[in-house]
T-cell receptor, first 113, second 113 residues
């Protein structure tokens, strides 16, 4: 059990560029979550996968955001045409049951300049 | 709806006690508590389930009042390592849909020597 891994740790991009983040959950966990966190706020839900199925998606997730979890293993979150408002920490978490807590990854800090 | 946490911030001396509250406007089936240190990912502390008992480990415990739709986190004889921001998280949907959590805005706890 190596925990939840996220890559990259930091990303600086110019406005209008596309970015993709990767999350590798704990291998036994079939539930995977993406959250976004800005300074001084709690994590904000983006989307949720159970195995490879994307079961829930926040209304905050505009059509510029897309997430996948092929084969129910790692997941990617892509942001197209980035905007300055997308600057945030993007957190991935996983768990194997509703009665257990999340294990969060260290996050990817995105800065849009 | 986002759970409401109080207080927003608290400063303690080592050895003092603190209580952090989390309340929701809707029926709760479970409450999660996490601690996040500056620059790090949130770390799961405990989950309280509807009908379950008060939980705790070491000198951190929590209660869950289903009727009042609130939970409280108790930190006893605080240590410097308790410093951080504490978040409660509650399930997004109704009892049958607990895919993701909504987090409160957090309570910043600072323990001074």
């Amino acid at each position: 059990d190596t925990g939840v891994s996220q890559d990259p740790r930091h990303k600086i991009t110019k406005r209008g560029q596309n970015v993709t983040f990767r999350c590798d959950p704990i291998s036994e966990h079939n539930r995977l979550y993406w959250y976004r966190q800005t300074l001084g706020q709690g994590p904000e839900f983006l989307t949720y996968f159970q195995n490879e199925a994307q079961l829930e998606k926040s209304r905050l997730l505009s059509d510029r955001f897309s997430a996948e979890r092929p084969k129910g293993s790692f997941s990617t979150l892509e942001i197209q045409r980035t905007e300055q408002g997308d600057s945030a920490m993007y957190l991935c978490a996983s768990r194997d049951s509703f009665n257990y807590g999340y294990t969060f990854g260290s996050g990817t800090r995105l800065t849009v300049v | 709806q986002q759970p409401v946490q109080s207080p927003q911030a608290v400063i303690l001396r080592e050895g003092e006690d603190a209580v952090i509250n989390c309340s929701s406007s809707k029926a709760l089936y479970s409450v999660h508590w996490y601690r996040q240190k500056h620059g790090e990912a949130p770390v799961f502390l405990m989950i309280l389930l509807k009908g379950g008992e008060q939980k705790g480990h070491d000198k951190i415990s929590a209660s869950f009042n289903e009727k009042k739709q609130q939970s409280s986190l108790y930190l006893t004889a605080s240590q410097l390592s308790y410093s951080g921001t504490y978040f409660c998280g509650t399930p997004w949907g109704d009892g049958g849909s607990q895919g993701n959590l909504i987090f409160g805005k957090g309570t910043k706890l600072s323990v001074k020597p």
